[in-house]
């Protein structure tokens, strides 16, 4: 049987090796965790952009090649008179 003050001897040695694993597992994870995020942000931002850019295309489908007519005025007026007493 061991004796108890070689276990007490041993309880109170550091591990350093253990402690020196620990940080590298947390570095890795720190890092793969970053990766993560910066790829994520990098796509989303491109699918962004992507739609940003397609908004100002025409559909197909709703796409004409005539301008659309101009607001005109009727019976010779503007379509949005001026209240008397209001200044230009």
Known sequence: ???TD???RMSRTIDRLGIVRIVLVQVMVLFALAGAVVRYV???SE???Q???SANQPT???ASTQPRPQA???KGKASCAKKPGQET
Do not use: D
């Open 1 to 3: 049987m061991p004796s």
């Open 6 to 8: 070689h276990q007490s």
């Open 42 to 44: 990098n796509w989303s």
């Open 47 to 49: 699918v962004a952009w």
């Open 51 to 53: 739609e940003f850019i």
């Open 60 to 62: 197909l489908a709703g």
């Open 72 to 74: 005109q005025a009727v």
